[in-house]
Structure formats: structure tokens, C-alpha cells
């Protein structure tokens, strides 16, 4: 931590992520919060969390665009400026009551800012690799995953407390001048900003770009493995409360004190879990030695956690919960180290994106498929579903890498 924070380059680049990501998570909360209040609040509600989650989706098509750019640096401080002045445009619109008619139009901006950012994160994660040691990526990625969840708790908490006395517009207004602070931060290293080394490259079209992503990441297959994992590890975070909770409406033994209560206590069990994972992380790393064990202990977790919905105690899932959602805090700084170690920073760019899209599209589906069992059939269904899925995964995992890992070790033994 304390090396990060002396590093002005690294400390940048944090800094600046955290603001602009504080800028968004409360403005999601105000977009949420005005759509319930339109005539169609039902149609409002899908239309925001479709422009949040399709930006996920494409994010691999924002990254390849991204690894494309020659002149990322001043692209990166652009975008940021860019998406302020949309943000701007939000603000007036509230501001002058606009808004009330035109809601669809403040979606379709917020999608297009949400896909100018995911191509600014490319940019960010070309220009991070060539600029901070390789001895920072691990404590960073620490601190990273850690500030994003507290930021994330932090301005939910806040933006539920201040809208009940600042205007949507006053919101927007924040949401822009989180984006004028980081690139003014960006700015404020440009003398110290060395540009990457695979600047020229040769600009290719999108679908053989992504057919040489896979190729990358066939080279290296136990990475590539190692990404579905995790993609398929954080759907399961999400599906976990809200499996739970139908668990629960279904039981009411269950409750513990209220039912507001108990889904508070079984939905904040997996973040706590996952807070406490990054401040062990380190530890665990010199336990489990690389990523791949830690991620199969974690889908393990996984099974223990599914398994004990249906032991119909709700602390039980809490404690179970949190052990599941531990194990993943403490696997995703190393994982993501040895991701970022294991490319160049173009190569990088695509693949991040490559599996930030594949969470974003894991994470949807696995939660309505089980959703969808659930209803209609029932919710223990639905944990049986849950469950040979998740030792589909680690079975699948466990005998493609057992070799391949012998194998590798063995060589670098030698």
C-alpha cells in the first residue's frame, strides 16, 4: 500500500479510476431512482439497466478499438472530457425539466458514455502496464478491488442520503465533475508518461481482431481457462443473494429478526467476504501459490455455499457465504497480476476486455436461467441446476489444467 501511494505514477492511475467510478455509481443510483418515478416505471427501469449492462457485453469490442489508438495518452484525457460534457448536457436537462420528457434520450447518452469509458479503460490499462512496475500490480490490483467495493457501498449509502435533498441535475453535475477531476489528475503526469512500445501498431477490423484474441489467449490456455472460471465465480456472486432470498420468502423459519433484515444480512455476507479476501490476499498467495488453486478453491466454496440454501438456516448461508465470497477477494488480485504479467500491454488491452465481456454476459445469464427454474419450477431446482453447473466447471477445470499445470511447473523446476 504504502509503495503505491508514494508512487506518483500508480497513484494516478488509482486515484483517477476511483473518482470517476464514485461519479458513476451514484448517478446509477439516480437514474434508478428517477425511472421508478415516470409513467412506465417498469419500461424505464429495463431501459437503465440495459444501457449499464450492454457496455459490459461489448466491452471486448470497446478494448480492440482501444488497442487500435496510436495516440492513447491524449485519447484517455479526451474521453474523460467528453464524458463530462455529456454528463453536463444530463444536468441542464434536469436542471430545466427537460428531463420528465425526454428520459429515453438521458438513457441513450448514459449508454454512449458507458461505452466511451469501457474504451477508456483499453486505453488506461496499455497505458498502466508500460507505466508502473510490475512490482506494484499486485498490491494495486489489491487496493483496487478493495476501494471499488467500499466506493461502491460508500456512495450507494451517500447517494441514498443526499438525494432525498439534492436535485437528479445536481447528481449529473457530480457525475461530470468526477470526470473533469480525473483527467485533470491523468494531466498532471504527462511529463512522466511513456508511451507504449506497440504504439504503430497495424490497424486490423474488429472480427479479425477478436479471432487474434482468441488466438492470444489459446497460447496460453491455462489463463484462458482461468478467465471462463472467473467469469463463471463472479456470475455466481451475483446469483447467490438473490437465490437466497426466494429461499427465504419460501421459508419463513428462516427469518432472522425481519425479512428486510435477514436479505441485508445474506446479500452483504458475500461483499463482507470479499472485502476480508483482499486484506488476505497477499497471505493467500504465498499458501496457494498460483491462481489457478485458489480459483478451484474457490469454486469448492462455491458448491459448500449452493449446498447450504437448502439446509433452510439462514446463518449457515451467511457464514458459508462469506467464506465463498473470501475466497474469491483473496483470488482476484493474483489472478489479475498474473494476467497483467503474462501479456503485452496491447495484448492486454483485448484481453481484459475479452474477459470483462465475458463476465459481463456470464453474470445475466447464469442469474435469469436459475431465476427462471426457479419460478417455474422450484427453487430447489434451481440449487440442483446451480450446483452441477458449478462441478461442471470444476471438473472441467480440474482435469484440463492438471497436466498442463505438472507440465509447466515442471519446467520452470527445471
Known amino acids: 500500500m504504502k509503495a503505491v501511494l508514494s508512487n506518483k505514477i500508480a497513484r494516478s492511475f488509482v486515484g483517477s479510476s476511483f473518482i470517476s467510478f464514485f461519479g458513476d455509481t ?15 416505471p417498469s419500461f424505464a427501469i429495463t431501459a437503465v439497466t440495459f444501457s449499464e449492462s450492454i457496455p459490459r457485453i461489448l466491452d471486448v469490442v470497446c478494448s480492440h478499438y482501444a488497442q487500435q489508438t496510436k495516440r492513447k495518452y491524449g485519447l484517455l484525457i479526451l474521453a474523460d472530457f ?31 458514455s458507458d461505452m466511451l469509458g469501457k474504451y477508456r479503460n483499453g486505453l488506461d490499462i496499455a497505458l498502466f502496464t508500460t507505466n508502473v512496475s510490475q512490482e506494484l500490480f499486485q498490491p494495486i490490483n489489491t487496493l483496487e478491488q478493495f476501494g471499488y467495493q467500499l466506493i461502491n457501498v460508500f456512495a450507494l449509502l451517500l447517494g441514498g442520503i443526499i438525494l432525498s435533498f439534492l436535485s437528479y441535475g445536481a447528481f449529473a453535475s457530480v ?10 489528475i491523468m494531466i498532471s503526469i504527462h511529463a512522466k508518461i511513456k508511451v507504449p512500445a506497440t504504439e504503430a501498431t497495424q490497424k486490423i477490423g474488429l472480427f479479425p481482431g477478436l479471432k487474434n484474441t482468441i488466438v492470444i489467449l489459446k497460447q496460453k490456455p491455462i489463463i484462458f481457462q482461468n478467465i471462463a472460471l472467473f467469469a463463471f465465480l463472479n456470475a455466481s456472486l451475483s446469483t447467490m443473494s438473490p437465490i437466497a432470498q426466494l429461499q427465504i420468502a419460501h421459508h419463513p423459519k428462516m427469518v432472522i429478526g425481519s425479512y428486510s433484515f435477514t436479505v441485508a444480512l445474506i446479500t452483504g455476507s458475500v461483499l463482507v467476504g470479499f472485502l476480508l479476501g483482499n486484506l488476505v490476499s497477499k497471505p493467500a498467495q504465498k499458501i496457494f501459490h498460483n491462481s489457478t488453486t485458489q480459483l478451484r478453491l474457490a469454486i469448492l466454496l462455491l458448491i459448500l455455499a449452493i449446498g447450504s440454501i437448502a439446509t433452510f438456516n439462514a446463518w449457515i ?5 462469506v467464506v465463498f465470497g473470501l475466497s474469491i477477494g ?6 489479475m497480476t498474473e494476467l497483467m504479467t503474462s501479456f503485452e500491454p496491447d495484448e492486454l488491452t483485448v ?16 442469474s435469469m436461467t436459475l431465476m427462471l427454474v426457479a419460478s417455474t419450477a ?15 466447471v470444476f471438473s472441467t477445470k480440474y482435469f484440463l489444467t492438471g497436466d498442463k499445470q505438472k507440465a509447466e511447473e515442471d519446467q520452470i523446476d527445471d
Do not use: D
Not at 443510483?29 to 412506465?40: C, E, R
Not at 448461508?317 to 457465504?321: F, S
Open 317 to 321: 448461508i451467511v457464514v458459508l457465504q
Open 175 to 184: 457525475n461530470a465533475a468526477t470526470f473533469i477531476l480525473a483527467a485533470l
Open 330 to 335: 483473496a483470488a482476484t488480485p493474483s489472478f
Open 351 to 366: 484481453v481484459a476486455g475479452f474477459m470483462n465481456s465475458m463476465v459481463g454476459l456470464a453474470t445475466p445469464v447464469l
Open 378 to 392: 422450484s427453487v430447489n431446482v434451481a440449487l440442483i441446476v446451480f450446483t452441477i453447473c458449478a462441478l461442471a
Open 82 to 112: 467528453l464524458r463530462a460534457a455529456m454528463y453536463s448536457v444530463i444536468a441542464i436537462m434536469f436542471f430545466t425539466g427537460v428531463a420528465e420528457k425526454t428520459f429515453l434520450v438521458i438513457v441513450v447518452i448514459n449508454f454512449i
Open 26 to 40: 451514484i448517478f446509477y443510483l439516480a437514474m434508478v431512482t428517477f425511472a421508478a418515478t415516470t409513467p412506465n
